[in-house]
């Protein structure tokens, strides 16, 4: 079963930074492209990013472009999402999600995931 734990949430400030951690386990990490996804209260999932299976591809939503950096680190089995510039609107649970193919949105084998609260 495949097993992805989210790590790095918090309070934070407008225009502060966090970096969340993903740890990935019982799967081959290396094979899969990784997303991470959130969901603010009251709403559905938003994908927020995707990134290739060996790093040389990503891609972000609008929403994340120029702010979020997705990464991953294959020897640990880790995907990384850091957030620059944080805003309220950002408030929302992150998950990381495991996809079948670079371009799915079948975010259903996804971790717990990790709250980010963004508030003065």
């Known amino acids: 079963e495949v097993q992805l734990v989210e790590s790095g949430g918090g309070l934070v400030h407008p225009g502060g930074s966090l970096r969340l951690s993903c740890a990935a386990s019982?799967?081959?990490?290396?094979?899969?492209?990784m997303s991470w996804v959130r969901q603010a209260p009251g709403k559905g999932l938003e994908w927020v990013s995707t990134?290739?299976?060996?790093?040389?591809?990503?891609k972000y939503a609008d929403s994340a472009k120029g702010r979020f950096t997705v990464s991953r680190d294959n020897a640990k089995n880790t995907l990384y999402l850091q957030m620059d510039g944080l805003k309220p609107e950002d408030t929302a649970v992150y998950y990381c999600?495991?996809?079948?193919?670079?371009?799915?949105?079948?975010?259903?084998?996804r971790g717990q995931g990790t709250q980010v609260s963004v508030s003065s």
């Open positions: 999600a495991k996809l079948d193919y670079y371009y799915s949105d079948d975010y259903t084998e």
């Open positions: 019982e799967f081959t990490f290396s094979n899969y492209p």
């Open positions: 990134i290739g299976p060996q790093g040389d591809l990503t």
